[in-house]
């Protein structure tokens, strides 16, 4: 191809240089040499062509061996892409599994932990429930013998009396003014029994009604922490049938670690 351009360079500098004929824009030019040149281009010509076309078929080699390796990168990078996503299925499969399984055993064991807890609770109530049905049974008893020995301390005091101002009834008969202080003197015996009497037995029911209040505040007290156990065992098994696998209520990890 060099020579091509080398010789149509020398056709132009000839073609130049060549003298003109007035007043046309004709010239002479060497026939001989312009001719050796033309040889020159057209043997010169045919093999720059073949080195073309072989730069051409060379460019279509590269660009289908190229357009070759980009179907085949394409195709390796599908079936890796293929491969990649079912072990990633794979995987997220056997972590969904797991997952699924450690909140059933999770569930379990805070199912297991409530059970426990509300069986001890209920127990615990059930106690509490019988030494105050105990105690009150005893206070009450208790009271009650009080009172019937006040009663009785006060019948029997008022029988002394009333035998006491007979007597001095009897004895004073005929003194008017001692019968009748007698008489104030008894009724005043008498009455001071039935007071006392009444005062043990005011007594005795506030006691037994201090006591009551303080088993129904204890009582109170321990319905009001069964409701808030049973509250939070019912939240915890809400919270843990929907939360997600890593959100899990306290007890639950506490019973866990």
């Known amino acids: 191809m060099y020579r091509v351009f080398e010789a149509l360079d020398e056709l132009v500098a000839i073609v130049e240089e060549a003298r003109g004929i007035p007043p046309t824009r004709s010239c002479i030019v060497p026939r001989g040499d312009v001719l050796e040149l033309l040889d020159d281009v057209r043997d010169a010509l045919p093999g720059e062509l073949d080195d073309a076309q072989d730069v051409l078929d060379h460019r ?49 064991e805070a199912t297991a932990h409530a059970d426990r807890l509300v069986s001890t609770a209920q127990a615990e109530a059930e106690q509490v429930i019988a030494d105050g049905n105990a105690e009150y049974d005893e206070l009450t008893g208790r009271a009650q013998i ?76 321990l319905e009001e922490t069964l409701g808030t156990t049973r509250r939070t065992i019912t939240r915890g098994r809400r919270h843990m049938r929907g939360a997600p696998a890593g959100d899990y209520p306290e007890y639950a990890a506490e019973h866990r670690r």
């Open 146 to 221: 009080d009172a019937d020995r006040a009663i009785e301390s006060g019948k029997a005091s008022y029988e002394r009396s009333v035998a006491d101002g007979q007597a001095e009834q009897a004895r004073l008969v005929s003194q008017t003014e001692v019968v009748r202080a007698a008489h104030v003197e008894s009724a005043r015996l008498i009455d001071d029994a039935q007071a006392e009497a009444d005062r043990v037995r005011a007594e005795c029911d506030d006691y037994v009604d201090e006591r009551m209040g303080d088993l129904d505040g204890r009582l109170a007290e």
């Open 60 to 108: 279509d080699k590269i660009v289908g061996d190229a357009r070759a390796g980009a179907e085949a990168t394409v195709t390796a990078a599908d079936e890796q892409a293929r491969t990649t996503v079912e072990a990633a299925r794979t995987e997220a499969d056997r972590i969904l599994a797991d997952a699924k399984a450690h909140a059933d055993r999770m569930v379990a």
